[in-house]
């Protein structure tokens, strides 16, 4: 079986300081890892995701995550937040050869002026 | 361009009544999925299918039950509502040629009083 935990529930931060959302998960096999993103009384987006190849994989709006094997971790961090990167974010694994995913219990991102 | 929608955006049903939410895919996409999310639990997934007349059960399946008779739709029924699934409830869809991404619906907020 396979779990991710988000260690942080809540993360405030001001306007143009760097952000990291920490991300772990557990797996006996070859994962893929994602980052959604949620914003208020809408669906789910990808923000971003690894399948295999370069552990460093960013988003056209300024995020990355690296991918960890050894620590098992998917940290996703921008160096500088905006106002309106204010949402939930979700971190989710999947299993190669397996179309579910598992998500973590979400980060809330607060950022304020 | 293609979407997935879902309907009724929002419902009230009252304990003990039969509700069904629709979700329909443009993606012509094999896998679909639905979730629950709840505070403090993040998403959690209730039923599953591959194709047409696939159904699989989710971490969280007693009380709901799904049907594929197309591609498109995959409906999601709560056999006798109850107050513990007061939720919003997402629909997903995928194809493992494109990593497991799934591809959320807007949401249904249901509240069962």
């Known amino acids: 079986a396979q779990s991710v935990t988000q260690l942080d529930s809540q993360v405030p931060v001001f306007e143009e300081a760097p952000v990291e959302l920490r991300c772990n998960y557990s797996?006996?096999?070859?994962?893929?890892l994602f980052w959604y993103v949620q914003y208020p009384n809408q669906g789910l987006q990808l923000l971003l995701k690894?399948?295999?190849?370069?552990?460093l994989v960013k988003s056209i709006n300024g995020f990355e995550a690296e991918f960890n094997k050894s620590q098992t971790s998917f940290h996703l961090r921008k160096p500088s937040v905006h106002i309106s990167d204010t949402a939930e974010y979700f971190c989710?694994?999947?299993?190669?050869?397996?179309?579910?995913?598992?998500f973590g219990k979400g980060t809330m991102l607060l950022v304020s002026p | 361009d293609a979407e997935i929608t879902q309907s009724p955006r929002h419902k009230i049903t009252e304990t003990g009544r039969q509700v069904t939410l629709a979700c329909h895919q443009t993606?012509?996409?094999?896998?679909m999925f639905w979730y629950r999310q709840d505070l403090g639990h993040g998403l959690r997934l209730i039923h599953y299918?591959?194709?047409?007349?696939?159904?699989n059960k989710g971490e969280v399946s007693d009380g709901y039950s799904v049907s594929r008779s197309n591609t498109e739709d995959l409906p999601l029924t709560l056999e006798s509502a109850a107050s513990s699934q007061t939720s919003v409830y997402f629909c997903?869809?995928?194809?493992?040629?494109?990593?497991?991404?799934?591809?959320f619906g807007p949401g249904t907020r249901l509240t069962v009083t």
């Open positions: 997903a869809s995928s194809e493992p040629e494109t990593g497991n991404e799934q591809y």
């Open positions: 797996s006996s096999v070859s994962v893929y």
């Open positions: 690894y399948l295999s190849g370069s552990t």
């Open positions: 989710a694994v999947s299993s190669s050869g397996y179309s579910t995913l598992t």
């Open positions: 993606w012509n996409h094999n896998n």
């Open positions: 299918s591959y194709g047409v007349h696939d159904t």
